[in-house]
């Protein structure tokens, strides 16, 4: 079995500071875990992934996760937030054939000017 | 990267009638989609995987005679909502995996169905 905790519904920063967004996940074998956004009413769009390679995954528009098996967490990052960056954010992890992908609830991401 | 694409991307329909709501992958072959829905301010749930030739597998609790899954061809399934509710009313997600390179998942953008 597998899932996702993504530990906070709403993360609210100002433009110009660090983003965090947090996701644990479980899972009884070596997971491929996905960061998507999710602008309003849109589609979704993959920022990040990991597949067993890297540990640190650099994705589009400056995003970055770390995966740490120790801790069993994927946490997105970015140094310094844009207002464009509001959106729903989606943390998702599935076995090497991405035939199972399971959604962590989202987290919505505020960015105040 | 992969296209998929959805059609229609906006339905309102009346209660009791079906909608149709074509997925497509326009530059691979999909042996393999899925259909999710989301409901407002919730995540996306995994409905049913869509495999071309043989039949859908559904997730537990979705009725498989209420949401009708199709995949005729490598490059098209459809999700028909028989008998539609306002309780249907949702954001209707599909995604197609693209074999090899990875098995990434691609999603398209999605249908709103609002039924009155």
């Known amino acids: 079995a597998q899932s996702v905790t993504q530990l906070d519904s709403h993360v609210s920063v100002s433009e110009g500071t660090p983003v965090l967004l947090r996701c644990n996940y479980s899972s009884s074998y070596s997971p491929s875990l996905f960061w998507y956004v999710q602008h309003p009413n849109k589609g979704l769009q993959l920022l990040l992934k990991y597949t067993s390679a890297a540990t640190l995954v650099k994705g589009i528009n400056g995003f970055e996760a770390e995966f740490k098996k120790s801790e069993t967490s994927f946490h997105l990052t970015k140094p310094s937030a844009h207002m464009s960056d509001a959106a729903e954010y989606f943390c998702v992890v599935s076995p090497y054939n991405n035939n199972d992908m399971r959604f962590g609830a989202g987290t919505r991401l505020t960015v105040k000017p | 990267g992969a296209v998929v694409s959805q059609h229609p991307s906006r339905v309102i329909c009346k209660s009791g009638t079906s909608v149709k709501i074509e997925c497509r992958s326009l530059d691979f072959q999909a042996t393999t989609m899925f259909w999710y829905r989301q409901f407002p301010k919730q995540s996306l749930m995994l409905m049913a995987t869509?495999?071309?030739?043989?039949?859908?597998?559904?997730e537990q609790g979705v009725e498989k005679d209420k949401f009708l899954i199709n995949h005729a061809s490598l490059t098209l399934s459809t999700l028909t909502v028989t008998s539609a509710h306002p309780e249907d009313s949702s954001f209707y997600i599909c995604?197609?995996?693209?074999?090899?390179?990875?098995?990434?998942?691609?999603f398209g953008p999605g249908t709103r169905l609002t039924v009155l």
């Open positions: 995604s197609a995996r693209r074999p090899r390179r990875g098995n990434e998942q691609f």
């Open positions: 869509s495999n071309e030739g043989s039949k859908a597998t559904y």
